[in-house]
């Protein structure tokens, strides 16, 4: 074996190829069709999305573990473990499990570069057909159409929304981006759209591949109770649902869509009610908004984008107003860090900012100038490390006081990590 240990493979992994991000299937595709990937003997589920990916794939997991299928789960990127990317039943695979995988790619792909994520995709599928999974859900990494995800075909395909996010690769128009995400929409086959107000790019192309296309408020919808919620689409309805165990009114669209979704695919995979009341109840998903009580409340949530950040908004302008509420925020490069601040700048008390630990990463003095661009009496304190503003954060904080972070999933590991 090329390398002993899990950590070992991972270092490697990053300097195999140039480019940390390359979109393209060719490489993969090559790969994959040598390691027999392509043909898959389970149902495959590919979500896209802007926001919600990552919501959609746990209701789906939840709901479908719970119906007694093996399910496999890839998702990206990891908070705290790598392992998390892939799971079996709900369970993250084991180091040994990865590193075999791992070896058995390298050998396969005979010299032929891939990315980190491409790798990781890779393994997914191999570690899929090595347990012989009944479901396979893959969490679209960027855009869908040229997607390391997109080299399987799919049995159902999931867009969530559509926003603003990956411009230098996506393009910097709705049109465009929706263009690129429904790029995993495939002939015959049931595709979903959860955006209210989804770009014509995405009935489009699912024309133009002759995709079996279902978007919310005109082919599905919902209704919500104080305690519980409707699914309503022609000749199937499903009433007095248990609000998903997400926060957020968002998750109950999301919820709508994942139900459609299954509807779709009732022949291949049969579910009951219960199993799908189940599933929403037990689902979680770390790092969106997730609430934690110590001596103050912590929020931890991911939104790094305009559309999350409203997200986040309006989840806290749900909640009792705390005394004092400390924001510690990083965030990388390419992200909308002055829409996203006009968004929660009046949720916040006093913002401790710092910067991940990423070569994308915002230095700490942009970070900072964005903010003092908001309100000149905005209170703002700079620290070296995500770690060392999250500490001071917690000594400055008591009982009724609230500490947010977010800002990017890198922020979110960063504090996990230390609380583990």
Request: glycine share 6%.
């Amino acid at each position: 074996m090329k390398y002993n240990t899990l950590d070992e493979w991972l270092a490697w992994q990053t300097t195999l190829h140039a480019r940390e991000i390359e979109l393209g299937l060719d490489r993969i595709e090559t790969v994959a069709k040598s390691l027999n990937l392509l043909d898959c003997p389970f149902t495959v589920i590919t979500v896209a999305g802007t926001n919600g990916k990552g919501s959609t794939v746990a209701m789906l997991s939840a709901i479908l573990h719970h119906a007694g299928y093996k399910v496999g789960t890839y998702t990206s990127p990891h908070i705290v473990h790598y392992n998390e990317r892939i799971r079996i039943g709900l369970r993250c695979v084991h180091d040994q499990q990865l590193c075999q995988s791992f070896e058995k790619i390298n050998t396969a792909r005979d010299g032929i570069s891939l990315s980190f994520f491409e790798f990781a995709t890779l393994t997914a599928l191999d570690i899929f057909h090595e347990n012989e999974v009944d479901v396979a859900i893959l969490e679209v990494g960027l855009g869908g159409r040229l997607d390391a995800t997109n080299v399987v075909d799919n049995d159902l395909a999931f867009v969530t929304s559509i926003g603003l996010d990956h411009t230098e690769w996506l393009g910097d128009n709705q049109e465009s981006i929706g263009y690129e995400k429904s790029g995993i929409f495939r002939a015959n086959t049931p595709a979903i759209c959860g955006d209210i107000d989804a770009p014509s790019s995405i009935a489009e192309t699912a024309e133009k591949v002759n995709a079996n296309l279902f978007q919310l408020n005109s082919d599905f919808s919902y209704k919500v109770a104080k305690t519980s919620w409707s699914f309503l689409t022609d000749g199937y309805e499903l009433h007095g649902l248990p609000l998903p165990n997400l926060s957020g009114a968002v998750q109950i669209r999301n919820a709508a869509s994942v139900v459609m979704g299954l509807h779709c695919l009732n022949e291949k995979l049969p579910l009951s009610t219960d199993a799908i009341e189940t599933g929403l109840r037990e689902v979680t998903l770390e790092g969106r908004f997730q609430r934690i009580v110590k001596d103050c409340e912590i929020i931890l949530d991911v939104a790094h984008n305009f559309d999350s950040a409203k997200i986040l908004a309006e989840n806290l302008m749900a909640l009792p107003k705390s005394q004092k509420t400390i924001a510690v925020f990083a965030i990388l490069s390419d992200k909308d860090v002055d829409g996203i601040v006009s968004l929660l700048h009046s949720h916040i008390d006093d913002w401790y900012v710092s910067q991940v630990n990423s070569p994308r990463r915002m230095e700490v003095e942009q970070v900072e100038q964005s903010l003092m661009q908001q309100s000149s009496d905005i209170s703002v304190k700079v620290f070296e490390s995500v770690e060392k503003a999250y500490s001071q954060a917690q000594m400055d904080t008591s009982e009724g006081d609230r500490i947010i972070v977010f800002g990017s999933i890198f922020t979110v590991s960063e504090v996990l990590a230390s609380e583990s």
